[in-house]
């Protein structure tokens, strides 16, 4: 059998095998490129994303633009802590909150609700509470299957809150 790997992965193998001194053939090989490919790491790239007093003073939760990145996301402050998800709705992109649209947060405290499609989704983890696009017919929420808002670790420096977005 055959380790398969990202294409990354998979020149990591050769390299592995090769300053290794000996072939990477058999469960020895592999196992050393799965470690390997394991180990890549993305170091955080904390973004400023606004005050932890604006971000209280606007009802608990604000959208922001993070600098010269094309994201925006949704901050929720809740039980002391600051969470980012995606301000972009699983199912079809659109925003949770916008000009028209206004995310709603009445269906449990750690959710927020897509105005356009009423999915609630858990502000911490991300994943689908309830049921999805239960404003939609059937045939169309079944068009995409469920999938969890993109969370983003979060922290707050000096009253700063970051947000790491790749």
Same mark, same amino acid.
């Given at each position: 059998?055959?380790?398969?790997?990202?294409?990354?992965?998979?020149?990591?193998?050769?390299?592995?095998?090769?300053?290794?001194?000996?072939?990477?053939?058999?469960?020895?090989?592999?196992?050393?490129?799965?470690?390997?490919?394991?180990?890549?790491?993305?170091?955080?790239?904390?973004?400023?994303?606004?005050?932890?007093?604006?971000?209280?003073?606007?009802?608990?939760?604000?959208?922001?633009?993070?600098?010269?990145?094309?994201?925006?996301?949704?901050?929720?402050?809740?039980?002391?802590?600051?969470?980012?998800?995606?301000?972009?709705?699983?199912?079809?992109?659109?925003?949770?909150?916008?000009?028209?649209?206004?995310?709603?947060?009445?269906?449990?405290?750690?959710?927020? %609700?897509?105005?356009?499609?009423?999915?609630?989704?858990?502000?911490?983890?991300?994943?689908?509470?309830?049921?999805?696009?239960?404003?939609?017919?059937?045939?169309?929420?079944?068009?995409?299957?469920?999938?969890?808002?993109?969370?983003?670790?979060?922290?707050?420096?000096?009253? %700063?809150?970051?947000?790491?977005?790749?």
């Amino acid at each position: 059998g055959r380790l398969e790997l990202e294409e990354g992965g998979a020149r990591m193998s050769a390299f592995v095998g090769v300053s290794a001194g000996g072939v990477s053939s058999g469960a020895h090989g592999r196992i050393a490129a799965a470690k390997c490919a394991r180990r890549s790491v993305r170091m955080m790239a904390w973004t400023p994303a606004g005050s932890q007093d604006e971000l209280v003073g606007s009802k608990g939760s604000t959208v922001v633009q993070l600098g010269d990145k094309k994201v925006k996301v949704l901050l929720k402050a809740l039980d002391g802590e600051v969470f980012a998800v995606s301000n972009k709705c699983a199912h079809l992109g659109l925003p949770l909150e916008g000009k028209v649209l206004k995310a709603k947060y009445d269906v449990q405290p750690e959710c927020v %609700t897509c105005a356009a499609h009423g999915t609630s989704f858990n502000i911490k983890t991300g994943e689908v509470v309830g049921k999805w696009c239960p404003k939609l017919p059937e045939f169309v929420a079944n068009l995409k299957k469920p999938n969890p808002l993109t969370t983003y670790p979060c922290r707050v420096v000096d009253g %700063t809150i970051e947000v790491d977005v790749p």
